[in-house]
């Protein structure tokens, strides 16, 4: 008895050794990415935030806003507007994402009374004198980079977490890798390190006060340091409202100009 009692434990250890295994051996860097890409948004949201530019001096500038984001056939549309202060209000923000083909993005500047587009080549400067860069705002597109995992079992503000590595496929990039954490159970990204042509740290992402909301994980707190200016921008959300049926033309470029 004691005999095939031991042999029972041992074919249980095998099985749940090799399980193990099988699974690890599926994980890679792009099937983490692509867990991220296919990570459930809404159908649409509607956020209001406040936002906060802390410079090199500690001094500090706010500033309010509205997103917009709806769905359209898999590939997402995004609308962000300036409320406050005067001298940004206004000041708009419009994502036309295209699977297969460069995103199309469109920027509005009440001072200068038109709309322009915003090349692909300048998808990495900074939005609006913020931390953040116009990919940052619309989200990266998961073909444009190759993905490495660096390791499948991290922590990272006290969460389990994947850590992998994103290399952009063009030379446009100003950055060379960028390193993110991401949690397990949700493939929710809490911390990013973006690294320049050097290889040296450039900007940190981080997100934090993870809540789900209308069974949808939702950073009501994310920020972007850049180390080389020792600039800082946090976000906060205020108000956040998940498939509401927003109206499509919400999102036409026309919108870009309505107040």
């Known amino acids: ?6 042999k029972i434990l041992l074919l249980a ?9 099988s699974v690890s051996a599926q994980v890679t860097g792009l099937w983490v990415a692509q867990r991220i890409d296919e990570r459930n948004k809404g159908k649409d949201a509607v956020q209001r935030m406040e936002m906060t530019l802390i410079d090199a001096k500690g001094r500090e500038r706010r500033r309010s806003l509205t997103i917009i984001r709806k769905e359209f056939d ?14 940004i209000k206004g000041v708009s923000f419009l994502v036309w994402e295209h699977k297969g083909q460069d995103n199309e993005r469109f920027l509005y500047l009440p001072a ?23 990919e940052d705002i619309s989200g990266p597109k998961l073909e444009d ?14 969460e389990e977490c994947y850590l992998i590595a994103s290399f952009p496929k063009g030379t446009e990039s100003r950055f060379s890798k960028i390193l993110s ?17 050097l290889d040296r740290l450039e900007k940190t992402f981080n997100a934090s006060q993870i809540s789900l909301i209308n069974d949808i994980w939702t950073a009501m707190e994310i920020s972007m340091e850049n180390h080389k200016t020792r600039h800082k921008t946090i976000s906060y959300i205020t108000e956040i409202n998940y498939n509401i049926g927003i109206p499509d033309d919400n999102f036409k470029k026309d919108a870009l100009e309505r107040p």
Not at 1 to 6: A, L, S
Request: aromatic fraction near 16%; glycine fraction near 4%; include cysteine.
């Open 13 to 21: 250890f095998l099985y749940v050794s090799l399980s193990v295994v």
């Open 145 to 158: 980079y190759h993905y490495d995992l660096v390791d499948d079992a991290v922590l990272c503000n006290s």
């Open 112 to 134: 200068l009374g038109r709309i322009r587009r915003i090349a692909s080549s300048e998808k990495d400067e900074n939005f609006a004198g913020t931390d953040f860069s116009y």
């Open 181 to 197: 954490w991401v949690i397990k159970d949700s493939f929710f990204v809490i911390k990013a390190e973006y690294y320049n042509k």
């Open 1 to 6: 008895m004691i005999q095939e009692n031991r």
């Open 74 to 87: 898999g590939q997402d549309r995004l609308l962000l507007k300036f409320t406050y202060p005067n001298d």
